[in-house]
């Protein structure tokens, strides 16, 4: 996203988002809304920025859509965590999220819906053949694909690659 922005609602009233410092601010006449700009990823920008302009005038902008190798937070183990979108097909997302352990996990996730309450986990071992492929299609490499899956005792080996699962 390129910034500054500024858009004019359908009331007259102008909407900026420009970075100041370590923040995201948005102005209009409503008045200001600040986010720090290290802990915001797109998609809670994108929401932020359509909830904003709502306000101020009744304009509201397209959603950015979840795409292959986006950044978001979801619920899991009691915490939030950071998560990256590996893949996505039809209405679904396949999400890798990283434990404090160092461990990682894959889940499949609504694209619209609560990502929260809403998903499926998959073995490292039992993804299948096509989201293998539509991870090294729709990213162009998987040097961030961080595969750690946790055993009974403790941390266990690595996890095959998608190139590996593409290929079988």
């Known amino acids: 996203m390129q910034l500054p922005i500024s858009i004019t ?9 420009k970075i100041v410092d370590y923040d995201y601010v948005m102005t209009g006449a409503t008045g200001t809304h600040k986010l ?23 304009f509201k902008p397209v959603v950015k859509p979840m795409q292959a190798g986006s950044s978001l937070r979801v619920f899991r183990n009691q915490a939030n965590r950071e998560a990256i ?24 996730i609504p694209v619209n819906g609560n990502k929260n309450t809403q ?6 071992n039992a993804l299948p053949k096509k989201w293998a492929r539509a991870m090294i299609e729709q990213t162009g490499e998987t040097e961030w694909f961080y595969g750690k899956p946790m055993d009974n005792s403790y941390l266990s080996r690595s996890c095959p690659t998608p190139e590996h699962i593409a290929n079988k």
């Not at 007259?12 to 988002?17: A, P, Q």
């Not at 720090?36 to 932020?48: E, I, S, V, Y």
């Not at 979108?85 to 499949?108: H, K, Q, W």
Request: hydrophobic share 35%; proline share 2%.
């Open 85 to 108: 979108v590996c893949a996505v097909i039809g209405d679904r997302a396949l999400i890798e999220y990283v434990m404090p352990t160092g461990c990682s996990a894959l889940n499949f």
């Open 36 to 58: 720090f700009a290290h802990t915001t990823d797109d998609r809670r920008l994108w929401a932020h920025w359509s909830g904003f302009v709502q306000n101020n005038g009744g």
């Open 9 to 17: 609602t359908k009331t007259g009233n102008t909407c900026t988002l």
């Open 119 to 124: 998903y499926r986990s998959i073995s490292y």
